[in-house]
């Protein structure tokens, strides 16, 4: 590896710098990076590089498997390439030049996915999300560039916060959003038109995989007759990742730090589902609101799971790169992978 090179360094770095910036895509983008400070003067040392890079990546963060893909596709895509090398130097720049290619057409297919998914938000709608995507956020705000007018209810998402973080973007694109609890899915689920998720990962039968709730969110959907649609972040051509496979080390119970950070909730207040109000919790409930962690919280960090499954037949429909799909056109596009 390139001497003190810090890949997760650069990771972070360019998702804090680009928001809307997808975590595969900033994966192979570190990679990318990597090579170009990479001092590996021979395939052997430099292959061994970029694994070790990738598992790097993988093990930054608890829930790796949107990360995963980007760095598994990136590391095949080199594999490919490194058979009948004539000049290391000339191949090293071609993997960067195909490299940031890839970053940039990644970025235009998100863009397609969201208008792809805009038709489906009506004026007058009320939109149930769950958590942050940075492809849900992104079509919303191109909905509401077209001038839509919609409501947004988003669950709290308590592991991550990552509701709070996607009420911030949709308040600042001037759309009514509020913040529901994780548990008040129910309670709203007569007040919306539709539910949008992302999508993690889909597997070969055209389920998904993604943030914990999203499958009891498709449950309560599915009870109350209202369409259950998931945005699949993904591309599916030679040039682009595939999705992981289900298998049941993905759904493995992870260590979840149940920690409150009331500073996290200074833009966005996490009401209850009968009320509108944004105002700002007093210094009094933030201490004592929510996630207080105690011996018992520790003891049971052990049995909180960050992802879940959504079985296809609780899923209305995908919106992904290739158009908008059922969940068995999904399948096939997947089967077309390994033919």
Not at 198 to 227: D, R
Request: proline share 4%; hydrophobic share 40%; net charge negative.
């Amino acid at each position: 590896m390139a001497q003190n090179f810090d890949v997760v360094g650069i990771y972070k770095s360019l998702l804090l710098n680009s928001p809307e910036l997808s975590m595969p895509v900033a994966a192979i983008q570190s990679l990318v990076e990597l090579i170009k400070h990479s001092k590996a003067t021979t395939i052997a040392e430099f292959m061994l590089s970029i694994k070790d890079a990738s598992q790097q990546l993988k093990s930054s963060v608890r829930n790796s498997i949107s990360l995963s893909a980007g760095c598994d596709l990136f590391l095949r895509f080199v594999t490919r390439n490194s058979q009948d090398v004539a000049d290391f130097e000339t191949w090293k720049k071609s993997l960067i030049v195909r490299g940031q290619s890839f970053v940039e057409k990644a970025d235009a297919c998100r863009y397609k996915i969201a208008e792809l998914g805009v038709p489906f938000i009506k004026d007058g709608s009320v939109v149930l999300i769950h958590a942050h995507s940075r492809v849900v956020s992104l079509l919303l705000q191109k909905a509401a560039a077209d001038h839509k007018r919609f409501k947004v209810f988003v669950t709290e998402s308590s592991q991550t916060q990552g509701g709070i973080r996607s009420a911030k973007v949709l308040r600042a694109a001037g759309i009514p959003t509020t913040i529901i609890l994780d548990a008040a899915v129910g309670y709203v689920i007569d007040k919306v038109d539709m539910v949008l998720v992302g999508a993690e990962g889909v597997v070969e039968n055209g389920g998904l995989i993604n943030q914990i709730g999203s499958y009891q969110m498709a449950i309560v959907a599915k009870a109350a007759n209202k369409p259950f649609y998931a945005v699949a972040e993904s591309s599916w051509n030679d040039n682009q990742y595939d999705l992981p496979t289900y298998n049941a080390d993905t759904l493995s119970f992870q260590e979840l730090n149940v920690d409150y950070d009331p500073k996290t909730s200074e833009d966005g207040t996490i009401i209850a589902a009968s009320t509108a109000s944004s105002a700002s919790p007093s210094p009094a409930s933030s201490q004592t609101a929510l996630h207080m962690k105690t011996s018992e919280d520790r003891a049971s960090q052990g049995s909180n799971p960050l992802v879940d499954y959504t079985p296809p037949n609780y899923i209305t429909l995908l919106f992904t790169d290739l158009g908008v799909l059922t969940p068995s056109g999904v399948s096939d596009e997947l089967i077309k992978l390994y033919l």
